[in-house]
C-alpha cells in the first residue's frame, strides 16, 4: 500500500482546504481511510475516518461540524474538506489505512500510513 497525502497549504483563517489521499496500488479498497493530524510537539490526533464503502464516517472532537470526509471508490481517493479553518488546525495532516474495513479513532488500528502534508492557517 502507498498512500500520498496531498492538498495542504499556506491559508488564512477562516479559509478552506481539500486534502486527498491517494492508493496508488489500489490495495486499500476494502478497508477504512483514516486522517490524523499532528501539531509541532504533540500527538498524532485522530481527525476522521471512513469505512471501506463510506458507509461508516467517525469524526474526531476538532473536526465535527467543520470538515467533510469522502471517499471516491472508482479512483481510491480519500478526501478532507475542510472548512472554518483556524490557526489551531496547523499541523501536518496524515492518511492512513485501516487494518480492517471499519476504522476506528485508534492509532494502532491503522497500518499504513502516507507521508503527510503540511497545512498553515495563518490568523
Known amino acids: 500500500v502507498q498512500l500520498q497525502a496531498s492538498g495542504g497549504g499556506l491559508v488564512q483563517a477562516g479559509d478552506s482546504l481539500r486534502l486527498s489521499c491517494a492508493d496508488s496500488?489500489?490495495?486499500?479498497?476494502?478497508?477504512?481511510v483514516g486522517w490524523f493530524r499532528q501539531a509541532p510537539g504533540k500527538e498524532r490526533d485522530f481527525v476522521a475516518t471512513i469505512s471501506w464503502n463510506g458507509g461508516g464516517i467517525l469524526y474526531g472532537d476538532s473536526a465535527k461540524d467543520r470538515f467533510t470526509i469522502s471517499r471516491d471508490r472508482s479512483t481510491n481517493t480519500v478526501y478532507l474538506q475542510m472548512t472554518g479553518l483556524t490557526p489551531e488546525d496547523t499541523a501536518v495532516y496524515y492518511c492512513?489505512?485501516?487494518?480492517?474495513?471499519?476504522?476506528?479513532?485508534?492509532?494502532?488500528?491503522?497500518?499504513?500510513w502516507g507521508q503527510g502534508t503540511q497545512v498553515t492557517v495563518s490568523s
Open positions: 492512513a489505512s485501516a487494518r480492517s474495513a471499519y476504522g476506528s479513532r485508534s492509532r494502532s488500528d491503522y497500518r499504513y
Open positions: 496500488r489500489r490495495t486499500s479498497s476494502n478497508n477504512a
